[in-house]
Nanobody
Framework: QVQLVESGGGLVQPGGSLRLSCAAS????????MGWYRQRPGKQRELVAT???????NLVDSVKGRFTISRDNAKNTVYLQMNSLKPEDTAVYYC???????????WGQGTQVTVSS
């Protein structure tokens, strides 16, 4: 079992920045990929960014150039640095973990990000 706890959400003005953190505990040796999903109001949950154990990253086109995903293995923590935030980035952001050979099966509780003036 993997436990994930997100933090760092909040209210920010358009053009501002936030950094989300996701601390993992439990069977972290089983994790292959960590990802950040978001669910915008009235929309389905979408995958925003991923990072593998080898630190290979991928970002959805709508956030490329603005968001960065990174990890600190010593702290078992994954980060999502969000810059140049837009109102359409408003969502609940979830951290998720996928085991080797499997789908995302561990989820955090979510953290609200609101971009508004």
């Amino acid at each position: 079992q993997v436990q994930l706890v997100e933090s760092g959400g909040g209210l920010v003005q358009p053009g501002g920045s936030l950094r989300l953190s996701c601390a993992a505990s439990g069977s972290i040796f089983s994790i292959n990929v960590m990802g950040w999903y978001r669910q915008r109001p009235g929309k389905q949950r979408e995958l925003v960014a991923t990072i593998t154990t080898g630190a290979s990253t991928n970002l959805v086109d709508s956030v490329k150039g603005r968001f960065t995903i990174s990890r600190d293995n010593a702290k078992n923590t994954v980060y999502l640095q969000m810059n140049s935030l837009k109102p359409e980035d408003t969502a609940v952001y979830y951290c998720a973990a996928a085991p080797y050979g499997g789908q995302y099966d561990s989820w955090g509780q979510g953290t609200q990000v609101t971009v508004s003036s």
